[in-house]
């Protein structure tokens, strides 16, 4: 069994910043990359970032320049850092697990449960 757990989310005014964290938990991991989704209030899931186990890092266009993926593999956590926020990154953001090449919401192999970011105007 594998636990996936986020927290960090929260209330922020646009152009702040919040750093989101997840944990996966229950076993061992040889090698899995550790993703970001999000869905926005009445819209579907879509892919924010990605870390692999070596480091490599994948972002969407919509945030790239303004959010930092990076990973702890001792802990097996993942951090998003997001700056220079804009209301419409409002969305419950969700981690993932995944050991396959695939990006996509429905090749996710684990998710957490989600944390709420709301950006105010």
């Known amino acids: 069994q594998v636990q996936v757990v986020e927290s960090g989310g929260g209330l922020v005014q646009a152009g702040g910043s919040l750093r989101l964290s997840c944990v996966a938990s229950g076993r061992t991991f040889s090698s899995y990359r550790m993703n970001w989704f999000r869905q926005p209030p009445e819209k579907e899931r879509a892919f924010v970032a990605a870390?692999?186990?070596?480091?490599?890092?994948y972002y969407s266009d919509f945030v790239k320049g303004r959010f930092t993926i990076s990973r702890d593999n001792a802990k097996n956590t993942v951090y998003l850092e997001m700056n220079n926020l804009k209301p419409e990154d409002t969305a419950v953001y969700y981690c993932?697990?995944?050991?396959?090449?695939?990006?996509?919401?429905?090749?996710?192999?684990?998710w957490g449960t989600g944390t709420l970011v709301t950006v105010s105007p």
């Open positions: 870390s692999s186990w070596s480091g490599n890092t």
């Open positions: 993932t697990v995944s050991e396959g090449s695939s990006f996509a919401a429905s090749d996710m192999d684990y």
